[in-house]
């Protein structure tokens, strides 16, 4: 496994990190115990959680039993010391009303901590901004012109000094984003610098084959400004392994819970898929395996988090540690992007 630093932190974390999300619904815990311990075994020391988890379907009765599960497992296997454990704060939602502010934030990392069973937690996300977000589909009908910047600015100066009392606590150790623009972003560095603050290490956006927004401006503020990306999402729900091409729905999988993948499932989503399926097949690699070797290949630094719902899944993901891909493939890959851009 390759090693990466966490932005600016020192923090050495895995170039793929193992997603939670599944945990104590479609992943039990007996199998979440050995999920975490093959990552271990395999050089993976990365696990992204949240308090929002488990999905498919979120519910706020249900929230924070995946933090749970992390957390037994800390205490049974005592290798907390190991593992870089993220987790996330709500922004404003049905989840969490009016999002984090000061005091919210450390009521949820107390809590957080509470679950995972430390006193510590490696990084601490925020899950998208307060403001509103153009991810998850939402960037066909984006509209920033009700924004109040002075007030997103306020917001930001006041998350930011109880992320900083929280360090100063011994509580965090790094703060991040997640779903996130390049203009919030920069908003949160500069405010961070300005004001000797924690500066953002990481940005949690979604990106696969099929989901290239991040490319452009927010790959150029990543790399210049030492925010790395933790890729979600880098299998696109599941789309890029084939297991949902000619109408297929496998049971138990996240589109017999979910209906659409969070609106991934379209037309054009599985014509994307079966070229990349198609260049698969054609150079003998795993479909699996291109897509996840396909984010080391990038010109910025990545951990894509991945997740599993059973340890079946994870051993066949973690088979291909050692794929890389060629220059061809890759010429390849960004010759199917033109054909097929944003597919949902």
Avoid at 140 to 162: C, H, R, Y
């Amino acid at each position: 496994m390759n090693m990466l630093q966490l932005g600016r932190t020192g923090i050495e974390v895995s170039d793929w990190c193992l997603g939670t999300m599944t945990y104590s619904r479609q992943t039990d815990q007996d199998d979440a115990f050995r999920q975490m311990d093959m990552a271990l075994e395999a050089g993976i020391n990365f696990f992204d959680v949240a308090e929002m988890y488990p999905v498919n379907p979120v519910l706020k009765e249900t929230m924070g039993d995946s933090e749970k599960v992390l957390g037994n497992w800390f205490t049974k296997s005592g290798r907390r010391s190991d593992v870089v454990v993220a987790s996330k704060i709500c922004g404003d939602s049905g989840f969490r009303p009016g999002g984090y502010n000061g005091k919210s934030f450390e009521e949820a990392l107390d809590v957080t901590l509470s679950r995972l069973q430390t006193d510590y937690i490696d990084l601490f996300q925020l899950h998208w901004p307060n403001r509103g977000s153009y991810h998850f589909r939402q960037n066909w009908g984006f509209d920033p012109s009700k924004q109040d910047a002075a007030k997103v600015e306020a917001n930001m100066i006041e998350t930011l000094e109880a992320a900083d009392r929280a360090v100063k606590a011994g509580k965090m150790r790094a703060l991040g984003l997640s779903n996130e623009s390049a203009w919030g972003t920069m908003k949160w560095v500069t405010l961070a610098e300005k004001h000797g603050l924690p500066r953002m290490a990481s940005i949690q956006n979604e990106y696969s084959l099929l989901c290239r927004l991040f490319d452009t401006d927010m790959s150029e503020v990543s790399l210049h400004e030492d925010v790395t990306l933790l890729s979600y999402s880098p299998l696109a729900a599941g789309l890029l392994t084939g297991k949902y091409q000619n109408g297929a729905v496998p049971e138990g999988s996240r589109l017999s819970l979910n209906g659409d993948l969070g609106g991934r499932k379209t037309d054009r989503a599985f014509a994307a898929t079966q070229a990349y399926l198609d260049l698969a097949t054609k150079h003998g690699i795993d479909p699996v395996h291109m897509a996840m070797a396909w984010q080391r290949r990038r010109p910025f630094p990545i951990s894509a988090i991945f997740g599993a719902t059973s340890a079946e899944q994870l051993a066949h993901l973690l088979a291909g540690d050692q794929v890389s891909l060629s220059d061809e493939v890759m010429k390849e890959i960004d010759a199917i992007h033109r054909q097929h851009p944003m597919p949902y």
